[in-house]
């Protein structure tokens, strides 16, 4: 009887052991049940411009300002493409018939390359940027076309084998306001069709670089139907005569009262196209009426803040195969090109003199999706 009662109790203490190793298992870390979810953590919302985008976030620069490493890592910080502001544009590149003057646009390619940035090069042909030398030429049209195809094919040859330079602007201020040829005598005044050597100047792109993303740049284009009317028409004159084109910028150099809708019509009239949509130059004036006692106060840096988010929901709100980049003309308050050319007291970019994020940083980071 008593070895019964032993064997029973061994039973007893076997069970129990059984049943907390299955105990166990089943609360084991390594071996969840099938019917418990993890939720999974939420992914934390990007602070930073370039990594929030889904399309390029550019600026534009100088050599000289790249000197400073405030600048420097705040431009590398922040931004994943840059735009010469003027030394990659032909007066000074070309300086005379065989020579060329790489220096400063390599340096500004070759920093971002270091840095993982991509460039777009501006621009090829633009009639306020000829040099003097070879606006006195006095060419023929057929010389002068040729020369103009050499420095196009030695230029783009020269920053293709660089390996970051993603887009061109290859022509660059054509139209009037009233959508006609602008009445000039370095470009316009050489040639009886002169969209067809636009378009060929394009194609002498594409021949060197058949990768490259080839750009119409223009200001007004949003605001001015009849000029965004011409540069349609040469778009579709190009298409029915194979040159080729993948995009169209506009500079938007507006102000924070340049009406929204406006803008949206017009944008949306460009992407109509079914080209790339570049915001190519932007920047968003202040000092509206040009007031020598004008304050950046609170309530305007928040006005501006609200206007860099309404453009960009406005570019976000088009197709994503559309979307290349938006670029600020720019990246510090201290360095702006409005000082000299709107008013001293101006402050449009999304940088303070001190490279201190503005609340228009704010703004257009809020206006990404």
């Not at 109509?272 to 915001?279: A, D, E, K, P, R």
Request: aromatic content about 14%; glycine content about 6%; some cysteine.
């Amino acid at each position: 009887m008593q070895s019964i009662f032993y064997l029973n109790r061994i039973r007893f203490i076997n069970v129990l052991l059984l049943l907390a190793i299955l105990a166990y298992g089943c609360s084991n870390d390594d071996d969840p049940s099938p019917d418990v979810v993890t939720p999974e953590e939420p992914k934390p919302t990007a602070t930073i411009l370039k990594d929030k985008a889904r399309f390029g976030i550019g600026a534009a620069i100088t050599a000289t300002q790249l000197n400073e490493s405030a600048f420097a890592s705040t431009l590398s910080g922040h931004f994943n493409q840059i735009t010469a502001e003027y030394e990659m544009k032909m007066a000074k590149i070309w300086s005379s018939e065989n020579s060329f003057n790489w220096t400063n646009g390599d340096a500004l390619v070759d920093f971002a390359k270091q840095k993982g940035m991509k460039v777009h090069g501006h621009a090829l042909v633009w009639y306020n940027s000829m040099p003097e030398w070879f606006k006195n030429a006095n060419y023929d049209t057929l010389t002068y076309e040729a020369k103009v195809k050499d420095y196009i094919t030695t230029t783009v040859k020269h920053y293709k084998d660089k390996g970051n330079v993603v887009s061109w602007d290859v022509a660059n201020e054509i139209f009037s306001e009233d959508g006609t040829m602008r009445v000039e005598g370095v470009i316009n005044g050489k040639f009886n069709d002169p969209i067809a050597f636009y378009g060929r100047c394009f194609q002498y792109v594409r021949d060197v670089d058949p990768n490259v993303k080839l750009f119409y740049n223009d200001y007004n284009v949003v605001l001015n139907s009849a000029k965004r009317a011409g540069i349609i028409k040469l778009v579709k004159r190009f298409q029915k005569d194979g040159y080729p084109i993948d995009g169209i910028g506009d500079q938007f150099h507006y102000t924070v009262t340049t009406s929204k809708e406006v803008m949206k019509t017009g944008l949306n009239d460009m992407a109509s196209t079914g080209l790339l949509v570049h915001i190519s130059e932007l920047d968003l004036r202040v000092n509206v009426q040009k007031a020598d006692d004008y304050l950046f106060t609170n309530s305007e840096k928040a006005i501006q803040s609200q206007a860099y988010q309404s453009i960009v929901e406005m570019y976000e709100a088009l197709p994503d195969k559309q979307k290349f980049a938006i670029t600020l003309w720019g990246v510090t308050d201290k360095y702006t090109w409005l000082t000299g050319w709107w008013h001293p007291k101006e402050y449009p970019l999304l940088f303070d003199s001190n490279f201190n994020k503005k609340p228009a940083y704010d703004g257009f980071l809020k206006g990404l999706k």
